[in-house]
Structures are given as structure tokens and as C-alpha cells.
């Protein structure tokens, strides 16, 4: 049985909360740092370079970055709660962003996004019991197909529903951009920041404060012993499966504005997510919304001041520096190290 | 045991699903001296699109195609009398591969060797061509009319004589942009947003090619890649270079893509022009829907077929019986405003077209002949632009009208040019 | 009774390869020629499954970049069969370092491509190590998803998007055989030597070595297996076999461009593989039969409306993986062989718990 080793960190003699806070505070007054050290280095080595435009860059890819944060979170989500890696997320959230889209053509965004979180709870918790269920005991290669499967199945009944002409997707905030300290700004990205901040606080809060929060993670921590405190470990499950679904409809209905309505929107996102979940830890919720906001950063870097790797090996430029980090680190940024015992 | 049933059942509906026609007998062969694909009333044409997979946008185009083969095969000649071409049914048999060049090949062998088609017709994508290009000279099979711009099919006609081309092609066109730009805004600074790939780099040639001498207009240019998520990085570098032209060099989806993102940036370009082939009406309205009807308005672009949802051309004969046909012959429960089902019929119109010019008996030659013979008017395509190949010139349309965006419509601003 | 019942079910397994082998040597006189080229890419697969059956089968790697690495084999293949002239021929510049060579013969860039690719695997496969079953999964996905970015950058070498036009190979030594066959046959027995080198290796100590492994590294290591030498080899022998399908490939449909060979190949290609049975080799052969005849029949002909005829494929496929893996998980290759035993034994009812017990 896998049983995670104690977290690196040293045990601060605070409050937990206190802890976080300080830790948290230290990340981002750290990040800014390593941010602007990096500009530096660039005014040295790039003729082109603009504060204005490296900050354009690095804010552009926060907000990509965002996106590819709440798949990520989806996607831990239900590992840490299954131990499945769910190939489908990506798909599930497009199916309900189409949904979104046909029910805001009835009424008006906000009711309609309430809405299509609904059925995503319910579209994920299905799919939870009817289809995970019978295989969550079965060799990991088997559910790795099954999850496969259900990408596929998805991806042709988008198309079949709603045939594949490319669609707008409406947004809640402006498309218009505002100007902060002289950086143009784009207020869509700032919008989609905000919704993944709110997302985050409030699953974070669910977690922490609820009971039912309490016993899904012991739930994630142990079926077994979960199920000897008299807890209905099968809901619990779907409930997990219910949750990621949420978070996947909310990235998908934050990228569709600016990507477009269209079957295979979140293909090449769910290959982002997926990296992103496992440079943070693919167990640390903390990891993927890291991971996210780092690769959407880094993507945009890479791109635009590395000129051997431009536009065309963005990707693959950013997938090695991710494995390197692997391989320094296999259990990713924030995650535990697995300690087998026989 | 149940289980072990259950399971057989399953094993037993792939099996039959996969291998139905595994072991299937060859057909009777045909008399010796018959052409393939051609007999005493039957015409069989064959094709690969992508009907499913990124591509998928533009699974119209059989279908369109189709409706309009349907119609002949229904309706009475004029001249003859018969039904179809002198008599003969068309048998369209279309299949799809994904847009992956390794399925294209596999599915022509199959129409040339198992449907025995008379000749491919319309196939889409420049790399799926490209890969079937060789197969179709070894096997002296046609490849006719390809849905493709790329300037090797009027080109190299004479290396590959057994595949044509249909469309104008993207590099002439890339010209004409300049043209245009040079003399209604010759001072424009230009800031070109092009698809990494052969389709963005022949439109960017021809654009720098028309250019010439001023091809210093272009005060920057930046590539995508379809794996691309977002273009927000490429699109504020475009915005920063002061460039007041955008110029799309993108397909479909991106295009949409590209302009909402351009808004979002904050950029407000003076002029922004937008290769045909994304020219659509699904286009324009979603990227009027991301970035306001204002932004899209006056956006210029070239076609050399009618727009068939301008209200200008609704009591158009052309456009009139298009949607007869499609009313009539095409698929249920479609929307016939897209564009694709349109030019999948103005395709079809000149496929029939050459079948009559291969002669009452073709062959595969003849038909081959028949494509540097082309003279005719296509009522679908816009007034003054002919269907015209000779010996030497081996572009069938090579003609059209820089258009302009409004409100729903594209409109003609300019004379009928000609590209090549 | 038994024990006619034991030999009969004892003989199946061999009587039924025989068959096979007698029906592929004469396949080429009643088959159409679209068939038979159909029947030479399940050689091609079967080669490419072997491989990863061995390595996601046998040593328990999950890795969704397979199709990377047939790709590798293709290119190997093809820029070796051009050479320098032939590729300067196609206005293409590759750079002085790399030993193409003048052109040769297709069928020796087989064992070659394999090689190649072989080393790749063992590049791959040695920081892999590091990394755990998801991390692997990323790295091989990473792959998968980087091959056709990367052909398409270095496109003086590889051409690009346009991709490399290679020539039907002549048959050897004037042969009287049509090109066709010649390919059929070229590309089974490239798949019988793979197989038996296949069924040696898992037959023997490496094959028991991986098994091991797969099912507990721990324990692996104290029963004195080192789970790094032969994880590595692992990667490697899956990698060669890849490079040999992948250079058959290019030999077969004389043309490689790198969107043959996107994510998806790579997914479908653990697909099948799961389908037709992992950990048996008869599963690589269902594997490639599933890989070659299921999207062609899975296009209906256009009688359906729009909607239907076009999607409906896709819908049914994934469908049919979830339905698969919920009724036979251990794919069709497990199925038949509990079949087998079934008939072998006699003994047609679930085991009582009293028997699993004793």
C-alpha cells in the first residue's frame, strides 16, 4: 500500500492557517522576484525588449495559465480521490461548455453558467458510477482505455450534437482592455484570473470548513478506513468525480470566449492541464494551480524571447523543461514522494 | 459462464465489425478493354475528406457535392435527354481521413483498388494530396479538381499530369492583397498573422512577392501553430510594432480566433484583410460576436464565388437553384448558408462539366485531356470569372474580386483582377 | 475422456498457428490486391504491437508515445533509402553530420531503422526510471505530442509538411513477383522473425524478469532482479520493434509526413494493443487486426443523414473501448486463452471459493 511520506516543508510553530498565509505571501513576493529578475536578464540579452511588453506577456500568460490551473485542479481532484488519471476531463468539460452555450442561447450568461455547473456535478457523478465504478479496482492500464474511451465517445457526440462550425462563445466581462502602471491589460484576462481566484477560495473553504468537505478527504486519504468509520465511500467518489467536472466546466467556459467554441477546444489544453498537474504534484491541489500559472507563463517566455524556439517549439520547449524538473523532482513541485512498502 | 457469453457476444460484434470484408471474394472482373469505373450507366468517382478531427469544418464540401450529383443523376439533360452524363448515373463514393495524410493513402488504394473509381475527385488538404500524388500517376487513375490552393497542381503539370487543381491559388492570391494595399493604402504598416504551415507561407509569398520593391510595408510578421492555445502573446507583439494593417493568413477557426483575441489585446487596426478561404459567413459572425460588429466591418478579403447569403443575390438564378438543390437533394436538417455546401456545388457543376468535355465514351485520358480544355462559364462563381485552361495554363479559376465586409454580407469593391 | 479432452485443448493452441501460417503464405493467391495491402499493414502493426506489448504488457510501463516512435522508424527509414542524393534530389538540405549515406536497398533500412530506433528507446528509457507511472505517461504523451512539432521544424531534413515522396521498392534479384507480394511477404516475415524473437525473450529468464517486475519492483529486486537493467531493455526492445514497423510503413505506403503520426496514433495504438490482450503475443495479432479494419468498416457508407454518418464512428469507437475493457478487461487475446482452458479442463462454471482456497 502507498502511504505519502511526511511533506518537505519543516513544521512552522504557527497556526496551520498563519503557516499557509506566510507561505503563500513568500511564494508570490518570490515569484515577483524571480519575474522581474528574469526582465532583467532579457534587457541585457534582447535589443526589442519593453517592460511594457514583458509584463503584457506575463500577465497574458497568467491568465492562460489560469485555465490550464482549473483543468489541472480537476484532474488532481480525482486522482487524489481515485488514484485514476482521467483522460476524459478535457472532453466532459467541453461537452458541458456546448451545453452552457446551448442553454445561454435561452437566456442570459450568468443563470446559464449556474446551470451548466449543475449539470456538470450531475454529468460527472454520473459518469462516476456508471462507467469508473465498474473498473476502479482493475489494473491502471484498464482504466487509462476506459477514460481514453470516454474522451473519444465525447469528442464525436460534441460534434454530432452540435455540429463542429465553429462557435462565439459569449463572456461576462468587456472584451476591451484597461492600462495598469502603463501595461495594457486585457480585462477578459483579468476577469478569468478573478474566476479562477473565487474557484479556488471556495473549493479551499468546502475543503477545510465543510463536513462534508472532512470526509471526502479522509475519503482520498483512506477507502478503507473511511469505510470503517460507517462513511458511504461510493458517493463520496461520485461526489469527488461531480466536483472535477465542476472545475473543468468553469476552464472550459473561461476559454471558450477566446479559443472559440469548437469540438476539439480543449484537446491541446488537456495536454497543458496534464503537465501542469504533474510538474505540481499530481496529488497537490496547490501543485496544479503552481504548475498552470508557471506553464502558461513560461509558454508565453519561451515563445516570444527564445528565438531558436519561437513559435513553432513552444511546446515541446516548454514539455522539456517540465521533464527536467521531473527528473530533479519526480514527484513534482509540491507533491509527496510515494513510499512503496511491500 | 455469463460473463464468458457476454464477453463472446462482444468479441463476436468487433470481430464482425472488423473483419466483414476480410475475407471477401474480388468482384468479377470486367471485360478487358473497359475503363474502370465506367460502364454502361454508371459513373464511379470516389474522394477523401476529413469528416471528423480538426479538419471537420469542412465536411460540407462532399455534401455538397453529392446533392448537386444527386440532381444530375435525377434530372433530364436538355440536349440528350438522359438522365445523368449521357445516360449515366454518377457514384460518388467519399471517405474519411481525419486530415492525416498516413489514412489518406490507405483510403485511396481502397477506391482505386476496391471501389475501382474512374477517378478521385475534389480530395481536401494540400499534405493528404501531396501524399496520394504519386499513387495516382503509378496507378494513371485521374486526381482532378483537388480542394486544395496550393500552386503545385497548376504547376508541375507536366511532372504530374494524371492531378489537377480547381481553386485560385493561395500564392496568386497573396499577390493580389498587395496589389490592393498598394494602391489604397500605400502607406500601411502591415503586420502580417500567418499559420505555420505551406497554406500561411504561400499566401506571406505571394503578399512579399507583390510587395516587391515595398515589401518594407510589413513591419512584422508572426507565425501560429494549430497547437496553439492562445494567440494573445503573438497578437500584442503585433500590436506593439505599431503595424495599423492586420492580415490573416489563418484558417477558419483561428481566424475567428485571431480577431477576438486582437480586441482583446486592445489593438483597433485600420484595416484588416482576411485570406478567402476563412472568408465565411460563420467567420465573420463569430468574430463579430467576440470583438462587435464595428471591429469586423470593412474587412477585406477576394472570392471568385458568389456569396450566397448576400441579400444582393437573392432572387439570383445561380443562388436560387443552389438552394433548390440542396432543398431537394442534399442531406436533412442542415444549414445551407454554410459556405462549404456552395462550393462543394459550384465544384460538382465544373466536375460535370469536364465528364461531358472526356466525350460520350471517356476514358481516364480523355478526362486528363479534357482539363486542359476547360472554357466555360460556372454560374456560380462570380460574373466574369471563366473556367479556363489551355496547354500551358493549367489554373482553372484564376480570377476574382477583392470584397469587403459589411454587416452580414461580403460586397465586390473591385473590378474582376486575374491572378495568374 | 480427460485425457483427450487435455490433448485436444493442449493442440489448439498450436494447430491454430499452423493454420495461420499456411493461410498467410497463401494469401496472395485469392486475396484482391486491396486486401492483401490491408493484410500487410496488420504485419506492419503487429510488429509495432509486439513491441508494445512488451513494454506496457510484460514490464508494466504505460507509454503513450509509440506512435513517436514507429514515426522515428519511418523517417529512419525513408531519409536512408533516399540518401543525401536522393534527398538533395527533393530540394532538401540536410545537415553534413548526419551519415546518410548514398541510398540503399529498402529492405536493409529495416534492421537499421530498428536499431536507431532502439537506441531512442534506451534514451527514453533510462530517465524514465526516475519517473512513476504517471510521470511516464506524461513523458512518453510529451513525445507523442512533440514528434510532428519537431519534423516539421527541422524540415530541410525531413520536409516539412509536404513530407518525403519515396519510390515503390524494385523486387529483389528479378524475382517474377508483383511489387504487391513482394511487400506482403516482405512485411510477414519481417513480423515472424519479431515474433519469435519476441517469443524467446518473453519465453525465457528476461521475459520472467519482466514479469517481476511488473508486478512489484520491490519485490522484484529482493528475489535479485535489477528492475533498471531490464526496464531500460524493456523501452529498447519496444523501441526497435517500433523502428522496424515504422521503416515497413515507409517501404509500404512510400511516404512519410509527420501528421501520420499525431498523439492519436500513438493512443490508438495502446488501444488496440489493450484490446487485443496485453501480456500474450497472440494479442498484438487481434491488436493489429482491430488497428486496420476497424476505421475503414467503421465508415458507414452515406446513406445516413449528415450528422450520423459522420460522427457516428467516433461515438461508436469510444463506445466500444469502454464496453471492451468492461467485459474483458484482459482484452481478446485473455479471452480466447480462457476459452482454451475452459474446454481444456472441462470446466465451465466459476471455481467454488473452496477450490481457490485449497
Known sequence: MAIPARPALPALDVSPALRTLILGLGGLVGSIALLLLIGLVLTQTEETFTWSGYWQQVVSGLAQGAIFASLALALVLIYRATDILNFAQGEMATFTTYVAWSLMNHMSYWPAFALALVFAFIFGAAIERTIIRPVEHRPEIVVVIVTIGLLIA????????????????????????TEIGGVVVAIQDLGVLAVTLVTVVVLWAFFRFTTLGLVMRAVANSQDASRLLGVRVGWMLALGWGLAAVLGAIAGMMAAPSVFLDPNMMLIIL???????????????????????????????????????????????????????????????????????? | MKKLLLALLGVGAALTVSLPGAFARTEATQAPDAVPGITRNSIVIGGTFPLSGIASLYAPIPRGMEAYFNYINARRDKKTGQRGIYGRKIVWKFYDDGYNPGQTVQLTNKLILDDKVFATVG????????????????????????????????????????????????VAEGRVYARWILQNAPTSKIGVFYQNDDYGKDYLRGLEQGLGARKSLIVLKLSYELSDSSYASQLSRLRQSGADTLVLFTTPTPTARAIGTAKAVGWNPKQIVINSVSATDQVMAGAARAAGQDYVNGAVSTGYLKNNTNPKYRNDGAIKAYRRIMANYGPDGININNTFYYYGVAKAYDFVKLMYLAGRNPTRASLMAATAKMNWVNPYALKGVRIKTSRTDRFPIDQGKVIRYNNGSWNEISALYKGR | MNVVRRNLGRAIGPALFVAAVVLVILMPRFMSEFRLLQFTLVAIYVIALLGLNILTGYSGQISLGHGALVGIGAYTGALLSLGRPGLEALQLSPPSWLPLGDGMTPIWTIPIAALVTGLFGILIGIPALRLGGISLALATLAIAVSFPIVMKRFAETTGGGGGINLNLPETPFGWDISTRNWLFYEAWVTAAIVFLAAWLLTRGRIGRAWRAIRDGDVAATSSGVNPALYKTFA????????GAAGALLAIETAYVNPDTFPVSISILLLASAVIGGLGSLAGAVFGALLYVFLPIYAQKPPVFSFEFADQAPGVVFGVFLIVIMLLLPGGVAHFFRALGGAIRTGRFRRRSRTSELA
Open chain 1, 154 to 177: 465525447l469528442n464525436g457526440l460534441v460534434a454530432w450534437i452540435w455540429n463542429p462550425e465553429v462557435k462565439a462563445f459569449d463572456s461576462p466581462f468587456p472584451n476591451r482592455t
Open chain 1, 271 to 342: 495536454i497543458y492541464s496534464f503537465a501542469a498537474a504533474v510538474l505540481g504534484g499530481i496529488d497537490s491541489p496547490v501543485g496544479a494551480i503552481v504548475g498552470g500559472l508557471v506553464l502558461g507563463v513560461l509558454i508565453n517566455l519561451l515563445g516570444t524571447y527564445v528565438d531558436f524556439i519561437g513559435g513553432e517549439l513552444r511546446l515541446p520547449a516548454a514539455l522539456v523543461v517540465l521533464l527536467i524538473v521531473l527528473l530533479i523532482r519526480p514527484q513534482g513541485l509540491f507533491g509527496h514522494k510515494v513510499v512503496r512498502r511491500v
Open chain 2, 123 to 170: 480530395a481536401l488538404g494540400t499534405e493528404p494530396v501531396l501524399a496520394v500524388r504519386p499513387l495516382h500517376q503509378r496507378a494513371k487513375v485521374p486526381q482532378v479538381l483537388v480542394s486544395t490552393g496550393a500552386s503545385y497542381w497548376g504547376l508541375e503539370y507536366k511532372k504530374y499530369p494524371w492531378t489537377s487543381g480547381w481553386q485560385t491559388d493561395y
Open chain 3, 235 to 242: 523501452f529498447g526492445v519496444s523501441a526497435a520493434f517500433a
